[in-house]
């Protein structure tokens, strides 16, 4: 049952991404972005844009953006450009066309650490209600984005694309690693935790490279750990007054309705 339904959904997306005659080619980004909306749990919304903390720090572009939207507000400029608090945030991906290249490999996934580098603690105020948890996407896997890069087209061999992450992972910090790099109708990179394949790389042991057996069994691969991982990553609603610490305290004119200390209700006194 699984291998026909990852063939469907490979063959969908198949259908999706090669422009059919006398019809103007789709951007792969957004044919992901409808192929992610159309399968993933309906709790989660597929956008574009940018991503932003509390300190106004700004994520690059990122091609998909999946969001918890029952806790998400939306802000956009006079540019029409989109950006979401990180917070709400549980996803990110970047989309390549072809990435035959390190240097185009380093400059996907550069784009998705500068969403891994946000912070989504809000000063400690950032409280994830479902399971009453404040956020500290340094120390803990659910409190992190999940981040891949998916590539359609030519990209790096297998094994160079293993050795490159490689040594990409080891300059950096194991919260800013990016989860999955996902090559289509190729291979799946991820990593090794001690039960067995894993997208969690602050408990990882070691990379894995799954190459492709059957048509859509990585694609299937790929979307059975995204869904499990949004479905478990804490968001937070956005807190506003860390976003809003700019502004300083409020002042304002303020007429009492009586000389007391402290003074009266004002309900009481218009009510009399």
Request: proline share 5%.
């Amino acid at each position: 049952m699984l291998n026909e339904a990852a063939a469907r959904m490979r063959s969908g997306l198949e259908s999706q991404l090669v422009p059919h005659r006398g019809e103007r080619g789709t951007g792969r980004e957004v044919v992901l972005r409808r192929f992610f909306t159309d399968h993933l749990p309906k709790r989660f919304a597929v956008d574009t844009g940018f991503v932003v903390d509390h300190s106004g720090a700004c994520s690059d572009q990122l091609d998909i953006v999946i969001l918890d939207a029952n806790v998400c507000p939306l802000f956009v400029d006079a540019g029409d450009r989109r950006f979401f608090p990180v917070e709400a945030v549980v996803g990110v991906g970047q989309v390549r066309s072809s990435a035959t290249s390190r240097g185009e490999w380093k400059s996907a996934l550069d784009n998705l650490e500068s969403v891994k580098r946000l912070d989504r603690s809000g000063e400690g105020q950032s409280i994830d209600m479902l399971h009453g948890e404040m956020l500290d996407h340094t120390s803990n896997h659910l409190h992190q984005v999940f981040s891949f890069l998916f590539v359609c087209g030519k990209t790096l061999a297998a094994n160079t694309a293993r050795e490159f992450l490689l040594e990409y992972l080891g300059d950096r910090e194991p919260h800013l690693w990016p989860n999955i790099c996902f090559a289509l109708d190729r291979y799946l990179l991820t990593f090794c935790c001690d039960h067995g394949v894993c997208a969690n790389p602050m408990d990882a042991r070691g990379l894995t490279l799954q190459r492709e057996k059957s048509p859509g069994e990585i694609l299937l691969r790929l979307y059975l750990m995204l869904a499990q991982a949004i479905q478990v990553t804490r968001t937070s609603a956005l807190p506003f007054t860390t976003y809003l610490s700019h502004l300083g305290p409020w002042t304002a004119d303020v007429i009492y309705a009586a000389t007391d200390d402290p003074p009266p209700y004002l309900h009481r006194v218009l009510n009399r």
